[in-house]
């Protein structure tokens, strides 16, 4: 079974600086997709960026980008430039083919992003 | 509009009714999950469709929960005889196709309240 363990229950920045969440999982697979999405208080699940598992470039989406290490299983979000629109809950999910389950997200706890003025 | 759409946006009744949970997913999308987001249980994949079809119901929390999909397009997840452990944010999501590479778009959810 997949597991995805976010450590950071809260975190806080200041606006326009960087934060760094983080996330680790654990996959037999060696082929895998991974997902940060952002849930505002609106409720609706956002997807924030993916990463596939064989590509080695982290991937990037304007001021948000990604560590991954696929080693370590560790599945950082950057966000640079933090603005008050990025106070969210932030979510890190993994789909693999695990058992012929693809179609479905496994979810960490999240983490509480408040961002200062 | 374009995203998935849930209804309604938020249920408040009493143990032991009944209560019916709608899901239109963006149009074209052949695959719909539903998932349940609780404060003790965090985000649990209940039941996916792929097309009207459900391949794999083990995700539902017991036999109260029944989900279907008809022509391809809106789902309904139904709880029978509601308990109060059934209290949480149930969240709908569709993809263009079935895969694990597929990005899932949400919908707002339906908070239910189980009094």
């Known amino acids: 079974a997949q597991t995805v363990t976010q450590s950071q229950p809260e975190m806080s920045v200041q606006e326009a600086e960087t934060v760094t969440l983080s996330c680790t999982y654990d996959?037999?697979?060696?082929?895998?997709?991974l997902f940060w999405y952002k849930q505002p208080p609106s409720r609706q699940m956002i997807l924030v960026i993916r990463?596939?598992?064989?590509?080695?470039q982290n991937a990037t989406e304007n001021r948000f980008s990604v560590n991954f290490q696929k080693a370590a299983k560790s599945f950082s979000l950057k966000i640079s430039d933090s603005q008050l629109g990025d106070a969210a809950m932030y979510f890190c999910?993994?789909?693999?083919?695990?058992?012929?389950?693809?179609?479905?997200?496994?979810f960490g706890k999240g983490t509480l992003l408040t961002v200062n003025p | 509009g374009a995203g998935v759409s849930q209804s309604p946006s938020n249920k408040v009744t009493e143990k032991g009714k009944d209560v019916e949970l709608r899901c239109d997913p963006i149009?074209?999308?052949?695959?719909l999950y539903w998932y349940r987001q609780s404060l003790g249980q965090g985000l649990e994949f209940l039941i996916y469709?792929?097309?009207?079809?459900?391949?794999?119901k083990s995700g539902l929390p017991s036999d109260r929960f029944s989900a279907e999909r008809t022509g391809g397009s809106v789902s309904t997840l139904t709880i029978q005889r509601t308990q109060q452990e059934d209290s949480a944010v149930y969240l709908c999501?569709?993809?263009?196709?079935?895969?694990?590479?597929?990005?899932?778009?949400f919908g707002d959810g339906t908070r239910l309240s189980i009094l």
């Open positions: 999501a569709s993809s263009l196709r079935i895969g694990r590479g597929q990005p899932q778009h």
């Open positions: 996959t037999s697979e060696s082929d895998y997709y």
């Open positions: 990463q596939e598992a064989y590509k080695q």
């Open positions: 999910a993994s789909a693999s083919n695990s058992g012929g389950s693809n179609y479905k997200l496994t």
């Open positions: 149009s074209g999308h052949t695959a």
């Open positions: 469709f792929q097309g009207n079809s459900a391949p794999d």
